[in-house]
Each structure stands twice: as structure tokens, then as C-alpha cells.
């Protein structure tokens, strides 16, 4: 669909660019508090593959551009200019962050409207604008068209064990997508799903005929007081008692885990000065809507000179959307997910000069033109049950449509 089309039908059901309307309210995951409602966008930049060219550089170069240089993460912050720009939402695809690391982007983004990067730049408005004009008519949200049958899922964990079988992996992360159809304005469907319980990264990022809601719990990077911090999130429970004596028992969800600490460890150790990673904390159990999940603290200190480029390169995609090794589980991704991963599984937040805080884009949702996406999953070991996994990604996913249908 060409872009023109897909933003006019876009404007039918709602507003398309928030940001940009008269008395928006700036939402992006991690945006400071303070500023929340006294935000305006100053510049954007969006980057598919057509335009060519690396996309990390780009986006490093369009904030020092518009008064943002994140060129030596290191060096202390200047001084706040009231007049100058606050920061800016960053939102980097998978498909991004596979291109970055040099793997499989993987299949078409079944959301073809979305970017696969895109950084809005926001300063200060004085006064403040007033609060959002939002169109009245009512919302409808259709059945879910899912984008493989369940024995096709199944099937993707059996083809992941066999790999596991011949040695080409250790570990990977499955992930099946699911549209419906809607009619009416989208966006504060998506806003609802920051209010989900254990939404860290609760927020909302529009454009042109696109826009994408997040629910997510997990820091992909996140870079305050000179030190990086990841918590990968790996290991998964209902959120009961007996749940929560599950998942510390299990000797496959801790071993699925602990892979992933050990990747997320040697990613920091690429842009973290020499010998400054560590482990912080080691499975922690916390609780995200109706699910216990165990998550892990490991940082380390920024290294001399390091840009946010080199850092996007680092870490993008996560390793707990990806598996281990990376660009192997990359490879395994690309042949066996149908539908490409859009909005799901990449990174979206905040940067400004002394501060970077992206979640994982993990319990997220977009919507186009016509449809709403979402996306769920879940890492495979050699001990995984294929049937478990099936569940296991429709309990991640339920939260989320449930709320989009205002449940």
C-alpha cells in the first residue's frame, strides 16, 4: 500500500501523528515524568530499507544535528538548556537490529506503514499544551487472524530442537504474530496498554499512518550515572503460588535463562570498559499482569568514546528475543517465522545526552490502516515441550488483546 493511501485511510479512523496535533500528550515509554505533558515534537526521522545507508549512524547523526550528541556516552551531560530540546523517542525494529548485527532481517513486517527505525526529537513547550481532543466514535476491534496454526508452531519448536540435535544452536526465540481488523480511532486502545501491571516501558509512539503501543516489562539498555544495565527476561509462570515454586525449581527455565545472562554479558562486554561487567542479580522473580517471569540485572561501565551507534550495534536485536548464539538463532528465525516480527522484539524509549533507557519490545502492539498486530513467543531448549511453548505465547499475548478490546 502506498504510503499517501495508507495515511489517508489512517486519518478515517483516527488521529494519525499524535505528536504532532495541537494539544497532543507525549507518551513514549520512558519519558521522563516531569515533562510528559509539556512536550512538543521539534524533528523525526524514519529509516526503511529502501533509503539505504546504516541506520544506527543515521540516527546518531540526526540527534547531534537537533542539538542531541550522543557521541562519548562517557562524557558527563552538559547543562540543561530550557530552550534547547529535551531528548527524544527512539524506536528500532528487529528487523533493524538484525540488519545491524549482520544476520537475516527475516521476513516481510506484515505492518508494511511502520518504519523499521524511526527518532522523534521533543522540547519544552510554554505554555503547555492543553490536553488531547480525542474523536468520540466508538471503537471496534475484530477477531484475531492468527499467522500460523498451532501445529505450525509446534512444528517451528520441534525444527528448533533438531537444530539444537545437530549442534547449530543452543537456544531460540520462537515468535508468532496475530492481526485483526478495527474501525475507529486506535490510539487510545494502545494507550491502554501502559496501565497493564508490571508495563515498564507503558507507552505509546505515532506516525504517519502508524502507530505502536507497548506493555513492555524488559530493559533491552538502559545508561544512567556511566553505567550500562540489561535485564533480560527469560522464564515463565502463571502467577500463582504454586507458579512461583515452579519456576524457581526449574531446571529448564534456569538453564534457558542463564544462556541468556551469559549472551547479554558478552553483548555489554563489546561497549563496557574491560573487566566492569557483572552480574547485579541472577533470576528474580517479577510479576507482569497474570505471569510470573525471572529477569536479571547485568551491567557495566560505559567504555571511553563509545556512541550510540556502537552501542544500537551492541545490543540490538535482544538476546532474549533472539537466542544463542545470536546470529545462528538469527538464521533459524529467518527460516522458520512465516511473518516478520514488525514492532515486536525490537527497542523503543528514550536518549538524551547522560540518559538512555530502551525497553524490549516485547507485549506490544501496532496498528496500521486497516489492522492491529501483536506478537508472542517464547526461547526454545532441547527440553522444551512444543505444546507448553503454544501455551506459553498465547498467555504472554492475552493481556494485551484483551485490553486493546477494552477489556
Not at 494519525?16 to 515534537?41: K, N, Q, S, Y
Not at 468520540?136 to 475484530?142: A, E, I
Not at 507507552?203 to 502507530?211: E, K, N, R, S, V
Not at 542463564?258 to 557483572?278: F, H, K, Y
Request: proline share 9%.
Amino acid at each position: 500500500m502506498r504510503a499517501g493511501k495508507s495515511t489517508e485511510r489512517m486519518r478515517k479512523n483516527g488521529p494519525v501523528v499524535v505528536e504532532t496535533l495541537p494539544g497532543a500528550v507525549i507518551d513514549a515509554p520512558a519519558v521522563p515524568a516531569g515533562c510528559r505533558r509539556a512536550l512538543v515534537e521539534r524533528a523525526r526521522w524514519e529509516w526503511r530499507p529502501a533509503d539505504g545507508g546504516d541506520p544506527a549512524a543515521g540516527v546518531q547523526e540526526f540527534l547531534a544535528a537537533h542539538g542531541l550528541p550522543l557521541d562519548d556516552l562517557a562524557r558527563p551531560a552538559p547543562g540543561h538548556d530550557p530552550a534547547g530540546p529535551c531528548g527524544a523517542a527512539l524506536y528500532v525494529s528487529a528487523a533493524a537490529g538484525a540488519l545491524l548485527a549482520g544476520a537475516p532481517v527475516g521476513a516481510a513486517n506484515p505492518a508494511p506503514a511502520l518504519p523499521e527505525v524511526a527518532v522523534v526529537v521533543y522540547g519544552h513547550a510554554d505554555p503547555p499544551p492543553p490536553p488531547p481532543r480525542r474523536d468520540p466514535d466508538g471503537w471496534w476491534l475484530g477477531d484475531w487472524t492468527e499467522s500460523w496454526t498451532p501445529d505450525q508452531h509446534a512444528a517451528a519448536v520441534d525444527a528448533v530442537r533438531d537444530a539444537i540435535g545437530r549442534g547449530d544452536v543452543y537456544q531460540v526465540n520462537v515468535v508468532g504474530h496475530a492481526a485483526a481488523r478495527y474501525a475507529g480511532d486506535p490510539l487510545p486502545a494502545l494507550a491502554r496498554l501502559g496501565a497493564l501491571p508490571g508495563a515498564r516501558y507503558g507507552g505509546t509512539l505515532t506516525g504517519a499512518g502508524w502507530a505502536i503501543g507497548c506493555a513492555s516489562p524488559e530493559t533491552l539498555v538502559e545508561l544512567t550515572g556511566g553505567r550500562l544495565v540489561t535485564r533480560p527476561i527469560k522464564g515463565t509462570r502463571p502467577a500463582t503460588a504454586a507458579g512461583h515454586r515452579e519456576l524457581l525449581a526449574s531446571a529448564k527455565e534456569r538453564a534457558e535463562h542463564v544462556m541468556i545472562v551469559d549472551l547479554e554479558r558478552n553483548d555489554l562486554a563489546r561497549v563496557a570498559r574491560t573487566g566492569s561487567v557483572r552480574v547485579d542479580e541472577l533470576f528474580a522473580v517479577r510479576r507482569w499482569c497474570d505471569l510470573w517471569q525471572a529477569e536479571s540485572t547485568v551491567s557495566g561501565a560505559v567504555a571511553d568514546g563509545l556512541g550510540l551507534a556502537d552501542l544500537l550495534r551492541a545490543v540490538c536485536p535482544g538476546g532474549s528475543v533472539t537466542g544463542a548464539p545470536k546470529l545462528a538463532a538469527l538464521d533459524r528465525i529467518d527460516a522458520l517465522e512465516p511473518v516478520g516480527r514488525g514492532a515486536g522484539m525490537g527497542a523503543l524509549g528514550w536518549v538524551a545526552p547522560g540518559r538512555i533507557d530502551l525497553g524490549l519490545t516485547i507485549r506490544t502492539a501496532a496498528a496500521d490502516a486497516d489492522r492491529l498486530h501483536v506478537w508472542a513467543g517464547g526461547g526454545i531448549t532441547w527440553d522444551s515441550d512444543p505444546w507448553d511453548e503454544v501455551a506459553e505465547a498465547a498467555a504472554k499475548t492475552a493481556p494485551v488483546r484483551a485490553a486493546l478490546a477494552g477489556h
